[in-house]
Nanobody, 119 residues
Framework: QVHLVETGGGLVQAGGSLSLSCAAS????????MGWFRQAPGKEREFVAG????????GYADFVKGRFTISRDNVGDTVRLRMNRLEPEDTAVYFC????????????WGQGTQVTVSS
């Protein structure tokens, strides 16, 4: 069984920064990649950033490139998302996720953490 627990959400003014962390426990050795998604009210959940376990290569959605950075610890069981220059449009519940293979779906999810950016 796998557990993903996000921490670090909160309220910040536009232009500010926040860092989110996701701690994974359980069968984490099976992860191919971990990532972050977000869901704003009335919108579908969308991909934000992901990082592959071994080589650590990362990918980002266009709307966060240059502002957000995803990273992981050496063991690969904790993934962080550093968010800079936040905008009100970044307000959403942010979810940590994991997948077991490159072509697999994102099958493991955390409970989410709220990020609110005030204008």
């Amino acid at each position: 069984q796998v557990h993903l627990v996000e921490t670090g959400g909160g309220l910040v003014q536009a232009g500010g920064s926040l860092s989110l962390s996701c701690a994974a426990s359980g069968r984490t050795f099976s992860f191919y990649a971990m990532g972050w998604f977000r869901q704003a009210p009335g919108k579908e959940r969308e991909f934000v950033a992901g990082i592959v376990r071994g080589p650590g290569s990362a990918g980002y959605a266009d709307f966060v490139k240059g502002r957000f950075t995803i990273s992981r610890d050496n063991v690969g069981d904790t993934v962080r998302l550093r968010m800079n220059r936040l905008e009100p449009e970044d307000t959403a519940v942010y979810f940590c996720a994991a997948k077991v293979a490159k072509t697999a779906t994102w099958s493991e999810w955390g409970q989410g953490t709220q990020v609110t950016v005030s204008s």
